[in-house]
């Protein structure tokens, strides 16, 4: 099944972005599917491709660039996996406005409401929690500071387990 995400590339300086990209690279099975993001919308299925593409043009036409600084590894979890996020303390409330956007209009019926959106770069991803808390704990004592800056989003298509990039929109607002 076609799923359509929009993803937010972050702009990272190179010893950060290696630094990700090889923590990723040991720990997070998608990796090699995706590199190093933030999920602004979660895969949907459905809709309208063009009008999915011109509603993220719009919302990024509205909404300015956001640096962001992330100081904190985060235990996530689903029902079947745990997960090491990196979550923004800097520009948390910025990403999560810009989430809320583009769950407006034709990606409103798509929005899930029993989850909270948290903006985070998964770094790790097991069935094993006891792993990802470790793996939590180990970032979080290095005194982990990463900064960088969404300044676009972009659509992508999820078929067939393979993620393909298909547009993006300069935040310029």
Known sequence: MKKLHTLAYPRLGAQDAGFIDEFRRQHDGQHPLVRAHFTMAFGCAGID???????LEEVARLHG???FVCRYAMLGADPAHAYAYLVPDEG???LARLHDALYRQVLA????LDI???PHITMGASTNRALMKSLCDELNRNGLEIRGTVDKLTMAVLENGVL???????LSG
């Open 116 to 118: 909270p959106y948290v």
């Open 49 to 55: 491709e063009q009008a999915y593409q011109l509603h």
């Open 65 to 67: 660039p956001i640096d």
């Open 92 to 94: 948390h409330s910025q």
């Open 164 to 170: 393909t990039d298909l547009t993006s929109a300069r």
């Open 109 to 112: 019926p798509t929005l899930r």
